[in-house]
């Protein structure tokens, strides 16, 4: 198993691109989510998806879209980057749809917005 | 909506002290309580967990404890090695509209020195 991975590991945006960063895992996993990490600011849910087709609003939602049409992907669109949204993204993904369970995180993509 | 509140910011030991990390969270519905490490430049694990159901759980050098009552939760690691220096992120569940959600604290860098 791959588990879960991101791509790109590194982004340079403009102020104004759009982009999509892509998550996908091979686990079987309903659960997934976004995260940004800011220094000293801990892990901020941006999205997160209870399977298929459900999508909710995390702690920062603003600036950023998700959508999930199969289990095994859910992506996170920029809709117009901003340089508040330099930051390292991870994805994670966990069993079930209740979230009592381990998540277990991508690797990272680290955007830089100029 | 869930807040978590952790500290210390930063902690430094001596190899073989104890290093205690404490977390207070605010929604009393909350019943899943996990424990994730970081370390430079990887990804988060997630190293211990407990639910609202025990008061305390250990694993090696690594215990948690649980008040409900006055909602705090702290993670003890007891003699401390070199290899534990790393972020340490505590978290607490909180419910959405889809489905349950997790809220990170601000994160603890441990450094152990030898």
């Known amino acids: 198993n791959a588990g879960v991975t991101q791509t790109p590991k590194f982004q340079v945006l403009k102020t104004g691109q759009s982009m999509t960063l892509q998550c996908a895992q091979d686990?079987?996993?309903?659960?997934m989510s976004w995260y940004r990490q800011d220094p000293g600011m801990g892990l901020r849910l941006i999205h997160y998806s209870v399977g298929a087709g459900i999508t909710d609003q995390g702690e920062v939602p603003n600036g950023y879209n998700v959508s999930r049409s199969t289990t095994e992907d859910f992506p996170l669109r920029l809709l117009s980057a901003a340089p508040s949204q330099t930051s390292v993204y991870f994805c994670?993904?966990?069993?079930?749809?209740?979230?009592?369970?381990?998540?277990?995180f991508g690797p990272g993509t680290r955007l830089t917005v100029t | 909506g869930e807040n978590v509140e952790q500290h210390p910011s930063t902690l430094s030991v001596q190899e073989g002290d104890s290093a205690v990390i404490k977390c207070t969270y605010s929604?009393?519905?909350?019943?899943?309580f996990p424990w994730y490490k970081q370390e430079l430049g990887k990804r988060p694990q997630l190293i211990i967990d407990i639910r609202s159901n025990v008061g305390e759980k250990k694993d090696q050098r690594i215990a948690v404890t649980l008040n409900k009552t006055a909602k705090h939760f702290s993670l003890h690691i007891t003699e401390t090695q070199p290899e534990d220096s790393a972020v340490y992120f505590c978290?607490?569940?909180?419910?959405?509209?889809?489905?349950?959600?997790?809220?990170f604290g601000k994160g603890t860098t441990l450094s152990v020195s030898s």
């Open positions: 686990m079987n996993h309903e659960y």
């Open positions: 994670a993904s966990s069993y079930g749809d209740s979230l009592l369970n381990e998540q277990y």
């Open positions: 978290a607490a569940i909180t419910v959405g509209q889809a489905g349950t959600a997790l809220i």
């Open positions: 929604d009393s519905a909350s019943n899943y």
